[in-house]
């Protein structure tokens, strides 16, 4: 049985739904293979603030009678997915992986919860995270840090460490997560999954505890890419007019010939992981194999962009604490990171703050005026591996820099310029870490997007390892 | 002729348009009397930066053929008018009142200088104001003070003074002002004439030099509640959809009979000059004759108002010099008032500017509230006459403040909020200084703001009342 659970647990969603059209599999079952993963690995994996098995199995039985009766009424019926523990759930407490909210019980569901709930998905948990998402490593100081499946004594990264985890794991088949400046590209690349952060407000955020509104994303975490599509198809806003729709079934259809990839010619680029480089390096083989043409795009405000775009999020997000009466007030119940930075948000000022809206218009333009050469702009999600626990420092490509600022630094710019954004699995470094093919498109171009990293995944095997986990 | 002159200068618009329209008089005279008028006036008064004479004599020989032809094509053919100086005019220079622009020239118009333009209204110069419209005195320290006409040694309030001035004086019949904190309200109140600051965004403010973008609006000046309305029917963008359209052939039709006007329980008045208090009084009362019912109305945001309004206006006035350059790279060029503010704009904490729209929206809704019961709400457009020029301080109702304190006082909350509000004369001191009634009216309520204002005028003088400069 334990061996016919793993299975169940990472089928992909399409595969599990063709065995519940067919009545070959039941909900419950799918339900069962993911509890009785997170049994066994939740303990050393930290993946899960709370789970909710009860909750699970009761919806699986509904799922299951609905599915009899009628079949699937979407491909996320009966799928059991997790939630970022930041976004609300009537019912069921949302911390934030925070003290402060340790106990809050929503009394709303998310927009995005009631979507899934619409489209027939089971939850099955609220997953660990950084502590109010404001963090990139998901050392959580309240709920323990996320382990990273493929090394226990490594990050998960973060802020949305736990739903990576536990999808890499195959405790649910997805998960819901927030990306502010990385959170749900930079867990991915180093868990080995799919991450996706679609255009600025395709996800409603209704719901979601924000952390800096200027900058705030919702993101998909999958172990394929397919399955990303299928679930953004589930809980995305309405595409303006004349948008190409998403339709994860076209995804394999994408023509592989003629693509246009842009190489950002300003991208801290100089520091990256030697093996990092690598593997992206191999990924551009791959599309280039095909005939895709690689062009170098200057993205000259890029360099320019940190310091403005750290000022809107460290201003937005002090403010926001503020104004809940959460800081200072109660500035003892923070970790001393999150401390550090909601004290440091409080000295930006305003002049800083309005000059970043600026930066960020001249930055989204020179991305504008990138994507008339090319289709996706690719880079590192990350530019290095995972990071041991506890590690603050990092050196790569021969800089020493905080682990902070190597994991937000490819993912930021995105946020800034509220373009979509994922990470594929592209290959493993000699000791076994996983690493993440970022890939970035147009503003509403997630059909493209999705087509483009779709081919790539169906040329390459990647996807299909799993940690080894017992 | 000089008699004869002073009458054309004092013309109503609705007059001007119907002797214009009987050819029984033209432009060119219209044109002849408003630069009398300037060159009798404008050096004790110092209104005007520029005066266009030639070109207006040029404007209004064209508008004397087309109109000979086929008659005004508006009621502002033929009408000379002014601009404060910080809207663009293409080829004449726009000094924004500043040593920073003294010799700028736009290539382009601004949008309230094409819509006047096409309009067939006549440009006849650009006045003087507060440098950069930062400050509520018109004491400009490149271009001299701006006099009051009803008491030399005074101010005439600012920013848009020299527009209050050269309106009240006859020189011209209307002015554009701009309105960041009362700009286009307390000259007007401080010298007698007509001032109205339409709802956020009525008035498209492309091509006019920011103060602060948040609180920005653009403003009219004229001498009487129709001219303002046909004025503003010429510049202002289209209004939403289902809202009353300004026509100032119905202005006279406002029923007087169940007007309901709100008297706000917080407004700052417990500092007013009792001579200001006895005039806002009276003109109650006659409010209150036609069976009008005055109602208290709470706006408890207003008192906390102040100092998140003021961080707006700091932190953006001073954005907006950094990003241009002007400071505090050329701090030496600004008047010691204008840089003084700018330095301390450069100190406003981010969050305590985030903060600031939490205040505007709750102040917003106080005043929805509040139009839920009344049409109207009143208050003193400045609670002191106009105090004299190089005064720093005034005492009034017992209190001692800055002299831009108690000018500014009743004035932001309309800035803040977005909501229409118009001066109208109300009275005079023993002084012989004017006083100005405020009116704030809902969100996109022009229509009915000046209907009531009409109504006051009509069945009083103060409007008739020109100051006795020779």
């Avoid at 993440?436 to 299909?464: N, S, V």
């Amino acid at each position: 049985m334990a061996e016919y659970s793993l299975d169940f647990a990472f089928l992909s969603i399409e595969e599990a739904n063709r065995l519940l059209r067919r009545r070959e599999i039941s909900p419950v079952e799918l339900v069962d293979a993911a509890l009785a993963r997170i049994e066994k690995l939740n303990a050393p994996v930290n993946a899960f603030i709370t789970v909710t098995a009860d909750l699970a199995r009761k919806q699986a039985r509904k799922a299951e009678k609905e599915i009899r009766s009628s079949g699937p009424r979407s491909p996320l019926h009966g799928i059991p997915i997790s939630l970022k523990d930041n976004i609300y759930t009537r019912g069921i407490r949302t911390t934030a992986g925070s003290k402060i909210l340790r106990n809050f019980v929503p009394r709303e569901d998310s927009d995005i919860a009631a979507k899934l709930a619409a489209a027939g998905a089971i939850l099955i948990g609220k997953t660990n995270l950084h502590e109010f998402a404001y963090g990139i490593t998901s050392e959580n100081p309240h709920f323990g840090p996320v382990h990273n499946p493929w090394a226990l004594d490594r990050i998960s990264g973060g802020s949305s460490g736990g739903s990576a985890a536990a999808v890499a794991c195959g405790m649910g088949f997805a998960s819901i997560g927030t990306d502010t400046g990385g959170s749900s590209r930079v867990p991915p690349a180093l868990c080995g999954i799919v991450g996706l952060k679609p255009t600025f407000d395709l996800i409603s955020l209704k719901g979601v505890v924000p952390l800096v509104t200027s900058l705030d994303h919702g993101g998909v975490l999958a172990r394929n890419v397919r399955d990303a599509c299928i679930v953004l198809e589930a809980i995305a806003e309405k595409y303006p007019r004349g948008v190409a729709r998403l339709n994860h079934r076209n995804l394999g259809k994408a023509r592989r010939r003629k693509i246009r990839l842009g190489w950002p010619r300003h991208f801290y680029f100089d520091h990256v992981d030697e093996e990092v480089r690598a593997a992206i390096d191999t990924a551009m083989k791959t599309y280039r194999s095909w005939g895709a043409e690689i062009k170098t795009v200057p993205l000259p405000h890029l360099a320019e962009a940190v310091a403005p775009s750290t000022d809107i999020a460290l201003a937005e997000a002090t403010y926001y604490h503020r104004a809940q009466g959460y800081f200072p007030k109660r500035a003892a119940d923070y970790g001393a990171d999150v401390r550090g930075r909601l004290e440091a948000g409080a000295n930006v000022a305003a002049v800083n703050y309005l000059a970043g809206f600026d930066v960020k218009r001249a930055l989204t333009a020179d991305f504008e005026d990138a994507f008339k050469q090319v289709d996706v702009i690719v880079a590192p999600a990350s530019p290095v591996p995972a990071p041991r626990i506890g590690q603050d420092e990092i050196e790569a490509g021969g800089k020493k820099d905080t682990v902070r600022s190597f994991l937000v630094g490819m993912c930021r710019p995105a946020n800034y310029t509220g373009l979509p954004a994922m990470s594929v699995p592209c290959g493993f470094t000699s000791a076994g870490l996983p690493v993440g093919l970022q890939l970035i498109g147009p503003r509403w171009g997630e059909a493209k997007l999705l087509a483009l990293a779709a081919a790539y995944e169906d040329a390459t095997l990647w996807h299909d390892r799993h940690p080894n986990l017992r």
